[in-house]
């Protein structure tokens, strides 16, 4: 069965780092472009960073460049998510999703979706 | 970027009515433009993608259409299982953008 496990959300003080993981399971992830979605508590979905398949076309949402990293370990079959300079606005549940495009250099939707791990800026 | 917005933001309707949400981009997106449902405390899910093409395991009574920058998601017979949060979202350029969201309830 095809599975990410998000892990890493907590508690943290603005300004401060975390660092999400994803572990995939019941796929290979270096067959597939992984991405990050947080939805705020009561609002609506925002599409956060995406990575193709070896890593060499990442992008991230205008509100998060500059602040987080987006990075995978194909061996691990993990996904992750550095988060730095972190602010009250980025207190969320945070999505790990997989790309639906198989072997792409291209990114598309999410058509495989974590549970979600919360994080909370205050 | 693009911006994404969606119409209405939220409806009331009944089981069996015919529901359109349609979803427009700032900038011409071809044809990368997919449907999210979203249920009370669940995870999103892939209805749509590029337009018009169904997610595997998706009833046949949703449909997708527009081309463009308006696009449209129709539930041609609404089930009580239909009753969500529907949001839209452009592939075509990075930051990928989702819309709104739409909320469907029971009239």
């Known amino acids: 069965e095809v599975q990410l496990a998000e892990s890493g959300g907590g508690l943290i003080q603005p300004g401060r780092s975390l660092r999400l993981s994803c572990a995939a399971s019941g796929f290979n992830l270096d067959d597939y472009g992984m991405h990050w979605v947080r939805q705020a508590p009561g609002k609506g979905l925002e599409w956060v960073s995406g990575i193709n398949w070896n890593s060499a076309t990442t992008g991230y949402a205008d509100s998060v460049k500059g602040r987080f990293t987006i990075s995978r370990d194909n061996v691990k079959n993990s996904l992750y998510l550095q988060m730095n300079s972190l602010r009250p606005e980025d207190t969320a549940l945070y999505y790990c999703g997989r790309d639906r495009r198989y072997s792409s250099s291209y990114l598309g939707p999410v058509d495989v979706w974590g549970q979600g791990t919360t994080v909370i800026v205050s | 970027d693009i911006q994404m917005t969606q119409s209405p933001s939220s409806l009331s309707a009944s089981v069996g009515d015919r529901v359109t949400i349609t979803c427009r981009a700032s900038?011409?997106?071809?044809?990368?433009l997919n449907w999210f449902q979203q249920k009370p405390g669940k995870v999103p899910t892939l209805l749509i993608y590029d337009k018009f093409t169904l997610q595997r395991g998706v009833p046949s009574r949703f449909s997708g259409s527009g081309s463009g920058t308006d696009f449209t998601l129709t539930i041609s017979s609404l089930q009580p299982e239909d009753f969500a949060t529907y949001y839209c979202?452009?592939?075509?350029?990075?930051?990928?953008?989702f819309g709104p969201g739409t909320k469907v309830d029971l009239k």
């Open positions: 900038q011409d997106i071809a044809i990368y």
């Open positions: 979202q452009q592939t075509s350029n990075i930051p990928f953008t």
